[in-house]
């Protein structure tokens, strides 16, 4: 009889420990599928991010990582709208703060820019009719209204070696301000 419940002990032990096993088996599988949709969902994501395509977003399991997900690529379409069109009222649709900051940012940056662009393009603007007046008037005084140097000296220069070669007189290219230049007027009478 002892030797029976031993047996009968042993086999509950056996087979509960089967159970158990089957139990840890099954609980690694189903960490092994959450692991691998995580994985799916996070190279979805990152399509649809890379594509700005929010519905892609649609394919994402995970509730979360889904809404971010469009958060995220309906941020980077709101931000590429703004930029384009110059336009930071685009960037107050975006829900995410870091983004819409970013959005503000990037417009701001662009705008500065462009300021910047039509400041030097109504520069040089100017300084070449400063130029052309110098040359029509042969007054290489009125070069001194330019406020870079290389160009004033080069507006200097197209002066003065315009009046040397008229003149017949290289001592005129003395009054250019750059060694190099008058050097170069001085080389037209040799």
């Not at 870091?98 to 520069?123: D, F, M, P, S, T």
């Amino acid at each position: 009889m002892k030797k029976f419940l031993a047996i009968l002990l042993l086999a509950t032990l056996v087979l509960s420990g089967c159970s158990l096993f089957e139990k840890k088996e099954t609980a690694l599988q189903a960490t092994q599928e959450v692991n691998a949709d995580s994985i799916l969902d996070n190279q979805i994501y990152e399509q649809a991010v890379l594509n700005k395509d929010a519905g892609s977003c649609d394919e994402v399991l995970n509730a979360a990582t889904k809404e971010e997900c469009k958060k995220v690529v309906d941020a980077l379409i709101l931000t590429d709208k703004a930029v384009q069109k110059m336009d930071d009222s685009y960037c107050e649709d975006i829900k995410l703060e870091r983004y819409a900051k970013n959005c503000e940012e990037l417009v701001e940056g662009n705008i500065e820019r462009e300021e910047e662009n039509e400041k030097a393009i109504e520069q040089d603007e100017n300084n070449l009719e400063i130029e052309q007046q110098a040359v029509d008037k042969g007054d290489a005084t009125l070069c001194d209204g330019i406020t870079e140097e290389s160009r004033k000296n080069a507006c200097k220069y197209n002066v003065l070696a315009n009046q040397a070669l008229q003149k017949n007189d290289k001592t005129i290219c003395e009054g250019i301000d750059a060694e190099t230049l008058i050097a170069d007027c001085e080389k037209q009478f040799e």
